[in-house]
């Protein structure tokens, strides 16, 4: 292995380098023809790119290839082949062919596919995805593909995040070249998806069934101090923190995920990466492979890293920001308000379109980050609410205002503002970036979707955004395909108008945290779906139903199967911190509350044994806190054990998830404040899992 970064990065990726060198002229071209315009790739090309990755990847240690794919899970699957084959005489001979390199035949039938594929054919297949790179990880090589069953239906999030992909630059390119930006062949979603997590000590970690079953601690009395000093966000990185963020950045980086930022963040033991953004697809493929290497390091470091939302209570949990972008082929990133009057109608159009979008598909948008996990954190004063609403910033509002009240907004610079007519301002990051309690925030030249959860897989926010701008810049287009040329520019004005003045309900630069808020979302008619089950209708409203179908993004079949993965992972996940929960409560706090108790009543005995005039109401105090907090848990234990068994009984998808949201954490909560008061005084050393104190300030 070499020592400088730029050699080692991407070295052990069969990146674009990688394939000028190796492979014939013909073949090399012909491939960048696929990766670029997605043109079908001859089974002869696909023979010699296979061999050529195989002969590259032996000589890096591999032994086995896999197809790498994205079920509806949320993570990431393989199954490994190795590359040997007998050669008679007992000999083998290293081969990959072209076949085994462009599709794969894993049995599909215990992925979750929500009725949409009967186990009878149970098989799926998976299609490489060449805009991917291929990589090598622990001996294999890995090949980015997409997940489908035999008749065709998404079974992955990667489908339709293509697909949304393509929507957008059909609809996109058609807007460029109406808007007279003709050289433009191909744009982009570019993503940066900032990325939150937690670090804890591997031992302590392993001794909470909370942790190892749920990925958040469901009981836990607080630790004396949480973040309210302030002290932990961009402080100083504790060697053991500092270690493993340099080992997980060159593990990253050798594998062409261009990491560029690390931090503490807000909470005790949370911390921040974030890469230097790419488009959407290699994007999300390279954070989900971020997170899988931010668990694997930590392990080799004695260290378990928590992606979950909400690991802790009282503390902030972990997001997920999705910067997102358009970027042409010709470098041009079309939310830059740029410097020339053309570039500034083409930003006002591309502006209003992603307004439109979010306005229009707002619930959708809150559909896409819907979780168990996230669910904790959105609206909880630490992460945006769970209304969708746009932050601008009081600038760009102001140019908006100006636009549709047909006034000069920048008269005061002695700048009429006609839009094609003249510069707008440079809106530098600072005037746009100060509000933090957005959930989506224009930043300079970019928009922040800041409502995704830590754990969540970035493709479903894209494939929303994605499909909702390309909706509304169909809607552009059509609105002004047919306008002779002489009158575009008027047309384009009057456009724009139209839509600031539908739209702009949907734009909010306060403070998103405050109750005032939610009474001005509620009279503008905004969406404030609060739960999973609250926003998930909405994920099979006709409206929405058509947008997908419109965009041929997902047949209603997908997304009814979608729709219906969703509510049952939900319910899952509840149903086991419930499990989880009544376990840890019976057979790891019950018997510590019984023989502290029971310590302190054996003490205060033996004292009055000693002397029956002496006092012993600290130790009276102490028994009936205790007590009263048994009986407490004793009721809510039951009411939980009695309502979980409810709601396994429970078919109907939405109807269970409502109940999981409505009584089983609600259940949930009584048992836990009633587990945590006792906890509160009871010592650590009675019980035997690690306390807040230990969890959160173990490092
Ligand atoms: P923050 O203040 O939120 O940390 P940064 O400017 O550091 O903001 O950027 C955060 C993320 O946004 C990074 O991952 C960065 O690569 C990404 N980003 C920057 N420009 C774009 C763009 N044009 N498209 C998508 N993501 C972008
Ligand atoms: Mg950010």
Redesign the pocket.
Known sequence: MTNTIPELYGSLVFNNKVMRERLPKDTYKALRKTIQSGTHLELDVANTVAAAMKEWAVEHGATHFTHWFQPMTGFTAEKHDSFISPSGDGQIIMEFSGKELIKGEPDASSFPSGGLRATFEARGYTAWDPTSPAFIKDGSLYIPTAFCSYSGEALDKKTPLLRSMEALNAEALKVLHLLGNKSVKKIDT?????QEYFLVDKNLYKQRKDLLFCGRTLLGAPAPKGQEMEDHYFGVLKPKVASYMHDLDEELWKLGVPV??KHNEVAPAQHEL????DTANVAVDHNQLTMEMMKKIADSHHLACLLHEKPFEGVNGSGK?N???L?TDTGE?L??PGKTPAENTQFLVFLMAVIAAVDDYADLMRVSVASAGNDHRLGANEAPPAIVSIFLGDELTAVLKSIEDGSDFLKQKQTLMEIGAHVLPHFA?DTT?RNRTSPFAF????F?FRMPGSALSVAGPNVVLNTAVAESLSQIYHALKDIPESERSTAIEDLLKELIRKHKRILFNGNGYTDAWVAEAEKRGLWNLKSLPDALPQFIAEKNIDLFTRHQIFTKEEIHSRYEIILENYSKTIHIESLTMQDMVKKDFTPALFSYVSEVSKEALDKKKLLPSLPASYEEQIIKTLTKASEQIATALSNLSADTLQAEKMEEPLAAARYYHDIILSDMDALRAAVDQAEAIIPGCYLPYPTYDELLFSL
């Open positions: 570019t993503i940066g998806s900032e560029k930022t974030a890469p230097v953004f920001h910067n997102w972008s970027v990133n939310l830059d990051k970036d930043t300079g030249n970019k922040e």
